[in-house]
């Protein structure tokens, strides 16, 4: 018998006030998780908060062909 079924049969033989000191044990001890989930609140959103941050460019040659050393590896250490 696996420890699941020990404790399932020892409290199927358990009287009437041993089973309700049990429950009270369980609810006093695991209430927080029969409770459900709080949604959490997030703040609002801040438009424009990053507005001037990583600002990027484009380089001039960004369309031109790669040489064959990029293709091949070479001066990769």
Do not use: C
Request: a negative charge; aromatic letters at 8%; hydrophobic letters at 40%.
């Amino acid at each position: 018998m696996t420890d699941l079924q020990q404790l399932i049969h020892a409290v199927d033989e358990l009287s009437n006030s041993e089973l309700k000191q049990l429950y009270a044990h369980i609810v006093e001890t695991h209430a927080t998780a029969l409770e459900e989930p709080k949604e959490t609140v997030l703040p609002p959103r801040i438009l424009g908060l990053f507005e001037n941050v990583g600002e990027t460019w484009m380089s001039d040659d960004f369309d031109a062909e790669l040489p064959d050393s990029f293709w091949l590896g070479e001066g990769i250490v």
